[in-house]
């Protein structure tokens, strides 16, 4: 019975400690993170990521930091809608030059 289970015996393996891409060590690191969260790429494993951090050189923990989503998801709000709002005035800014000009009054001043 006993050959029957022996590769059922768990074995261990060498586990290695990286640190992720996207972190907040330096000021270029944390600034390339900052901006892809803005650009919305991947911001739920930052996310998940920042709020199963503990400390310096310390083990993660499961949701250690809930409040940080919510920092996480004011910071989204705040860059997608000042991003949206500059991309929208420049076409709209854009389309009324556009109509000037088609309406001739390109040619004249206010007075």
């Known amino acids: 019975m006993n050959e029957m289970f022996s590769h059922f015996v768990p074995k261990e393996a060498e586990r290695e400690w990286t640190v992720p891409i996207n972190n907040y060590d330096s000021i270029f690191s944390s600034m ?49 809608f000042f991003i949206m ?10 389309f009324n030059d556009e109509i000037k000009k088609r309406q001739g009054s390109d040619n004249f001043t206010d007075e």
């Open 32 to 80: 390339l993170t900052f901006f892809e969260i803005s650009t919305l790429e991947m911001w739920p494993d930052m996310m998940f990521d920042a709020q199963d951090s503990v400390g310096l050189d310390m083990v993660l923990q499961y949701k250690h930091r809930p409040p940080i989503a919510l920092l996480y998801v004011i910071y989204i709000f705040f860059t997608t």
């Open 85 to 94: 709002n500059l991309f929208i005035s420049v076409i709209v800014d854009k």
